[in-house]
Structure formats: C-alpha cells, structure tokens
C-alpha cells in the first residue's frame, strides 16, 4: 500500500519540478557499459524497387498501346477485357492504385503553384501518356487501362439505361469536381481527388504488393497477412461498386475529373474505334449494347431549321448568364475553401481566442510552437482568403463556360446517318463489336479465308 | 464523322475539327515542356514525413492514416534519453505501482517496452508492431521529461500516398515532402 502511495506522490512531485526545468535535458543520459541502440530508419524502398514508378509509367504506355491495337487491329472485346484486367492487378492491387493518371492532374497543379513541390518525370507520364493515347485513338485508356475504370467495369452487369438529359446534368458534376480539385491542390493544402478516391481503399484491403516483394526479395518468412482500409474510404467504394451494377461506370461518367479533359480530347481524336468499319444496316442491335449508354442512334429527320435556331439562341443568350452564376458561386464558396489552410485556421483561432470563444487545444499548441506573431498570421491568412476567393471564382466561371459550352453543342443538330459511338462518352470497351451482325460476318469471314490460308 | 471518307472535299465542319485538334496538340505539347521544365528544376522523388519539432500530438497521426494501423510509429532518440526509472512517456499519470502492469502504463496498446538496463537505469524502445502512432508517449515524455520519443511515418509501412491524408488533418502544419533519400526528420541531440 505505502509503495502505491509512493509512487503516485513521486510522479507528481516529478512533474511539478521537471515543468520548471530549463537545463537543455531535464535528465542526464546514462553511462551505461554497452553502446546505445540507434535509432532504426527503414527505407522507404529497397533494390530494384527504387524506381519501380519508372516501370509503372512504361507499363502505362504499352498497356495503352495493347488496348489500341487490340480495339482497333484485333476489334476484340475480349482483348481489351484481358489488358484492363491486367492491368486492374498491377495498378489497383499491386501498386495500390497510387499514382493515378486522374490524381496526377493534382500534383500539375501543385506544382505550378509553387510552394517549393516539383512534379517527378513518372509523375508528367502518368498525367500526359493517356491525354496524348486519346488524341490518337480515343478513350482507349478508359475501356482497357484505367484500374478505377476496370474494376467498376467488372460489376457493371446489369446496366440500366439512364436518359439523356439526366446523364448529361449528373457528368456536369465532374466539370465542378476538377475545378475544385486544382483549385485547392494548386494552393497546397488538400489532395480532393485522392481524398475521396472510392477504390484505392479496396485496392489496399489486401497487401498482395507487400507480399510479391518480400517473396520475391526471399523474405517469405516476413509475409505478413494483414488487412488494412479506412472503414470510411471502404463504404464510399462498397457503395459505388454497388451502384455500378446499375449504373455501368458511375465514377466515369459523373465523377472522374480526369474525363473533363478527355471527352473533349476524344472527339478530336484522330482515330475512333467504330461498332464496324462496314457499312450500319440499321437493324438496331447495338442500340442496347453500350452499358455506358454512348451509342447515338441516327438522327430524326431535320426538325426544320427554324427550332435549330431559336434553340441555339436560347442557348448563346444563356450561356453567359451560366459563367456570371459561376463566378458567384466561386466568389460565395471562397471563404469555406480557404478554411484547409493552416494560416488561414490559426488565425481564425486567435480570432475565438480574442473574442473569448472556445477554440481548439491543439491549434493553440499549434500556435505556440510556431515562430510568427499574430498579426503575421492574420496578414497571411487575409492573403490567402484573397488569392482563394479570385481562384475559386475563376473556377466557378470555367464551370459555367463549359456547361455553356456542352449546352450549346447539344443544341445544335447534325446528320447522323448511322449509329455511331459517341466520341466523348464512347469508352472503346469493344462491347458493340460482338453484337453487330455486320462485324460478326466480317469477322467470321476473315477467319475463315484466314483457315483456307493456313 | 462517318461521312468523312465519302466526301473527298473539306467540308466547314471537318476544317473547324482539324484545326481544333492542331490546337488540341500544341496545347498538350505546351503543357508537356512546362511540367518537364519543373520536373528538371526538382529534387527528385521524396516521401511524406512529419516535423517532430511542429507535431503537437493531437492523435490524428493515429487515425487518419490510409493504413490501419496508421505508418507512423513512436520512435525513440535514444541519445537523449535519461533512462529514467519513473518514465512519463511510459507511466500513467494516474499509476499506482511502478509495474509493467498494463494499467500503470500510458500506451493504450503496451507497445513500450522496458527493460532493466543497470540501477537505476532503464531503456524503453517501441514494438512497431503494437504502436499505433497516437503520440500519448510522445507527449509524456515531451511534457515531463526529455523530450527523447517523437513520432515519424515509417517507410517501411507508409505507401507513399500522392498526398498523404493526415497532411491535411495535422493542426500543426508538421507533415512535408521530403526527399526520398533522406526520408527520415529525427531528434537528434
Ligand atoms: S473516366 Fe476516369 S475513372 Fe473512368 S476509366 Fe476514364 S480515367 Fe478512369
Ligand atoms: S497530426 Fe500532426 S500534430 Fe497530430 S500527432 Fe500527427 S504530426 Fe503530430
Ligand atoms: S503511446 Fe501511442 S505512440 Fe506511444 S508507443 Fe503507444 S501506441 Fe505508439
Ligand atoms: S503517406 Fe499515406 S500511408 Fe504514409 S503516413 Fe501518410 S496517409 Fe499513411
């Protein structure tokens, strides 16, 4: 009993004492007989996975270059399938889905706004690689590379039809989506698109990485068999997957910032894949093909060119008062974006602090430990609040503009005799291939001249 | 689009295309030399660590790590340390017997251990196993004694994230890129 007592009275008079310390150790270190450990460092990546982000970037490369050819010279579903499962495994499972081309657009954006980060070669790559495959060939990147894309892929079974307008108000979302993921990564404080990434927690639930590399380094003894995911991160993904099964693609085709530049890089691009390279005989089986809902039928007849234009005016006239909606949104959303910043919440702290507010203890702590005085920080959290608000209502008019923009494209008609993928949204699955009977002669016939050859 | 080939002249739309996509080419190929030109400019690969000097322990290391249990990790400076027998990053505040018994200790998952070194002389290290990373020994020792345990993110665990999730949440600005070979901010003496 007096030994408990001993000890409780010890510790307190040992805090009361060490608190006015002011020696540079409260305590002298030992003179012990035998060396003092170190303290371990283990390395971030050892041997041949030192720069396996370069191997990463050439496996992006080939794979995008594998779904082309297959999509294009083979025309086979079933090869793409094969590329996008791959590489579902070696980017989602074995790298953990981490860097992605769609993120990368982040670490750009960081880069170009200073703060001393500069974007790393495999890094340009990842960002670029499929930018430029999708100048050339279309959105091969999305239908056989992309592991995000491939794993909602692998769900996506009964797809339902969404209708047209919906679809095209829900992808609006992804427009605000980028704006807001380079606004806030190009002022340094959160990375939104790797945040809220759905899949890259259900890529981590299994270490199988970790697993290939310590067998493979002959350290099977250390394998070990943990299981590791943000419960949070896991729900958003279990959701979406489940969604997905319905809605083919969901995370594509209204959420995936990435795809704000490539829709409009595929309808450029120099090459499309086609449902068959022969002539459509309208008989309407590919119509249902696309889970993506990407196929466009052929048009009415012209409507007369009267509606065309009273629509496309409407159109024009909105499209401004669509930016100026922007910029006030951005201007409102200013002030609850620069909250992530540092200075920006330490001067709100001391702004509670001086009202008699209650405030957080551990900014408070935070305060103490660092340098600036007050008026430092309230003059660099005004700057930052500035600079946000201006960015953020440069964002909120580019969202503006490219509604404007995707409102006003839908407003004008063209001739469409046949049915024909449609560039932005197709995804170069191959899926319309196999059920086109136009194709499936062609293809049956070049096998077959194929066996009179051999 | 699928009229292009029937018509062998250049229709308004089909020009308006080209050019668009000429331009889509020299915006990628100027985007390209920019981000080369910042990449040359760089340092190279680097990995996230946290300043030791900044971290307040507000036990946010501890849960908003992508890795559950989080790659930060206790470690201890041991050249700083004063061996002390009445440890505060190891003993509860609340102690009744200065015992390895669970309830005498600070850390909530046992991960210090403490071995008897030579009177009255004790040595603490960290079972990374068992660490979770929520600073409460870090803070003990910090508050009452020589401040020797500090927390790190741990490369052997850490996934090197694009942008590492407790960055955002770390009251205390302490979370940076480093460069990867020198991927580690210790306390040293
Ligand atoms: S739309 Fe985005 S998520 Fe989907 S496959 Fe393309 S890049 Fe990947
Ligand atoms: S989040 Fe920051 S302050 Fe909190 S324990 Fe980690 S490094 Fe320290
Ligand atoms: S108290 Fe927390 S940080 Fe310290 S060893 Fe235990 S789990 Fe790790
Ligand atoms: S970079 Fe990722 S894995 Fe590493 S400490 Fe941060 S959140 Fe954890």
Known sequence: ?454 | MTDRDDKPKLTRRELLRRGLQAGGVVVLAGGTAGLISEAVAGKGDTVWQLDPDKCVKCGNCATRCVLDPSAVKAVHAYEICGYCELCTGYFDPKATELTTAAENQLCPTGAIVRTFKKDPYYEYSIDEELCIGCGKCVDGCERFGNGSLFLQVRHDRCVNCNKCTIAPACPADAFRRVPADQPYLLKTR
Not at chain 1, 184 to 197: E, N, P, Q
Not at chain 1, 369 to 387: C, F, K, M, N, Y
């Open chain 1, 1 to 454: 009993m007096t030994s408990t007592r001993h000890a409780g009275i010890i510790l307190i008079l040992l805090m009361l004492l060490s608190g006015a310390a002011t020696a540079d150790l409260r305590f002298p270190t030992p003179e012990l007989d035998e060396p003092l450990p170190e303290t371990t460092t283990p390395e971030p990546r050892q041997g041949i996975w030192r720069h396996i982000e370069y191997v990463d970037a050439a496996v992006l490369a080939g794979a995008i270059v594998a779904a082309s050819w297959f999509a294009f010279k083979r025309r086979s579903r079933r090869g793409i399938a094969v590329v996008m499962l791959l590489s579902l495994f070696y980017f989602g499972f074995y790298r953990l889905g981490c860097v992605c081309s769609i993120g990368a657009v982040q670490n750009a954006a960081l880069s170009i706004g200073g703060d001393g980060y500069a974007v790393s070669f495999p890094i340009i790559a990842f960002l670029l690689l499929p930018l430029f495959g999708t100048l050339l060939f279309g959105r091969t990147f999305c239908g056989g590379v992309c592991p995000l894309g491939a794993i909602q892929d692998v769900v996506a079974l009964k797809a339902l039809k969404i209708p047209r307008p919906i679809e095209a108000g829900l992808s609006l979302f992804a427009v605000a989506y980028l704006a807001a993921a380079v606004l806030l990564a190009f002022s340094g404080t959160v990375f939104l698109i790797c945040r809220f990434d759905p899949f890259v927690s259900i890529f981590r639930l299994v270490p199988v990485g970790k697993w290939i590399e310590q067998v493979a380094m002959g350290e099977a003894g250390r394998v070990s068999f943990s299981v590791a995911g943000r419960v949070d991160l896991l729900i958003l993904g279990g959701v979406m997957l489940l969604v997905g099964v319905f809605v083919a693609r969901p995370y594509c085709r209204y959420i995936c910032p990435y795809s704000v530049l490539l829709r409009p890089l595929s309808r450029l691009s120099k090459w499309h894949v086609t449902i068959t390279p022969d002539e459509c005989v309208q008989c309407r089986l590919c119509e249902n093909s696309c889970p993506y809902n990407a196929i466009e039928a052929p048009s009415a007849p012209d409507p007369g060119r009267h509606f065309g234009k009273l629509g496309l005016s409407v159109c024009l006239v909105l499209w401004p008062v669509m930016i100026a909606a922007g910029l006030c949104a951005g201007w409102l959303a200013g002030p609850a974006v620069s909250r992530t910043d540092h200075h920006v919440r330490l001067a709100e702290h001391l702004r509670r602090a001086d009202a008699g507010e209650e405030t957080d203890h551990d900014l408070a702590a935070a305060y103490d430990r660092q340098p600036l005085g007050a008026d430092e920080i309230h003059a660099i959290a005004g700057r930052v609040r500035s600079r946000v608000r201006h960015g953020a209502m440069i964002v909120g008019g580019f969202v503006g503009l490219v509604a404007g923009m995707r409102l006003v494209r839908w407003s004008v008609r063209r001739r469409r005799p046949d049915y024909v993928p449609d560039r932005g949204t197709c995804l170069s699955c191959g899926r319309c291939f196999e059920v086109c009977p136009i194709e499936r002669k062609r293809r049956n016939d070049a096998a077959a001249s194929a066996g009179e050859d051999g």
